[in-house]
């Protein structure tokens, strides 16, 4: 059975009973929708866990001891383990659950989410968390360092220039190209834009009240991951870009409502909003199309080649990340220190 939301307020008797539910709403509207999902995943992995390790429910507050041996149970590869060590069983219960992949040992990062997630529920229902004490945060600490491994890129090549041209060529004129040009344009040019922030744009986010003049549309995103609800600066489109939106918006006849939207096998614009899982689909139809890979590229070669290419023109990191709305410079310098040492002159030394 799903576990309780674990974004809900505890209850306040203090409250009525229609206060308490405008305030359980309240975290519900003020939390992004990703992160509600990611919440659930990890409640129902750390809930499936105990109950394969421990035979019981979670705790509120839970013991430290728990806290610690989660670490541990997700610290090591399990395949050399014996059948009889507790850990592997617990692993393969879950594997069974399909809430585990493998007995390989996580990366770091979907540990320190899954530890992240179970300290929030902590605060959000106002106790203590175990994951704060000393002792485990050594342990933390260890595993996070006995585990490390280099970062997965999150696409396997950036999408730049060149082969954003590529996949343009594909889009020929149909209602269906418009839309995938579109979509490829601004979320290339606008900064490399993720999926659901490009899949959560509506019509009233554009202005193109300069367009006919000067050429520029303008996009106001209402939150990203870096940012919050009203706070996300406007964002510009120029060029050819500009021009592939309005010629979307023109050709779809969109007046209001979601900005992206599948098209009927009929060629017919429907109503509802693209899925963030439709921009992979035709990111990986373009590539196709282009001739090549379907796995040459994921949605995120967008943002990656955005910041490639700006490395590789010249542009200074401070204008890149204006438009990239990345909160971290070590994040954004990442792409600009792999074109920076590939230009180096001291990596020619040997001829």
């Known amino acids: 059975m799903k576990p309780p939301a674990p974004y809900l307020p505890v209850p306040y008797p203090a ?6 539910e405008g305030l359980s709403d309240l975290y519900i509207r003020g939390t992004p929708v990703n992160t509600l999902r990611a919440y659930e995943r990890d409640l129902l992995y750390v809930t499936a866990w105990k109950a394969a390790r421990f035979s019981t429910a979670l705790d509120w507050p839970e013991a430290e001891a ?26 393969e219960a879950l594997i069974a659950q399909g809430l585990r992949k493998s007995l ?13 997630s179970w300290l929030a529920f902590h605060r959000m229902k106002n106790l203590t968390s175990p994951f704060g004490t000393p002792q485990v945060k050594q342990a933390r600490s260890k595993a996070r360092r006995a585990a490390a491994r280099p970062p997965a890129p999150k696409s396997q090549h950036p999408i730049t220039r060149d082969i954003l041209e590529q996949l343009l060529t594909t889009c020929r004129g ?6 995938d040009r579109a979509i490829l344009m601004l979320g290339w040019a606008s900064g490399g834009r993720r999926r659901s922030e490009i899949t959560g744009l509506m019509r009233e986010d554009v202005s ?7 050429g520029l549309v303008w ?29 979307w918006i023109e050709v779809a006849q969109i007046r209001d409502g979601p900005l992206f939207r599948p098209i009927s096998k009929a060629d017919r614009v429907l109503t509802r909003r693209l899925s ?9 139809h373009r590539l196709k199309l282009a001739g090549l890979p379907e796995d040459f590229a994921s949605p995120h070669g ?3 080649g955005f910041l490639t290419q700006a490395a590789l023109d010249g542009a200074p990191i401070q204008a890149a990340m204006r438009l990239s709305l990345h909160r971290s410079m070590v994040q954004a310098q990442k792409y600009y220190d792999d074109v920076d040492i590939a230009e180096n002159p001291a990596a020619d030394l040997l001829g």
């Open 302 to 304: 967008l943002r990656s």
């Open 219 to 247: 996009l106001s995103l209402l939150e990203t991951k870096t940012t919050i609800k009203g706070e996300t600066p406007r964002l510009v489109l120029k060029g050819r870009a500009a021009q592939a939106l309005v010629h």
């Open 208 to 214: 193109c009240k300069e367009f006919d003049d000067k």
């Open 15 to 20: 409250l009525s009973q229609a206060d308490q």
């Open 66 to 91: 728990t806290a610690l041996a989660f670490i541990l149970d997700h610290a090591r590869d399990l395949n050399e383990a014996p059948g009889t060590d507790v850990a592997r069983e617990t692993a």
């Open 104 to 116: 390989t040992c996580p990366a770091p990062s979907t540990l320190d989410r899954r530890i992240a």
């Open 174 to 179: 149909r209602r269906q190209d418009c839309r």
């Open 276 to 284: 963030p899982d439709a921009i992979y689909q035709i990111v990986k």
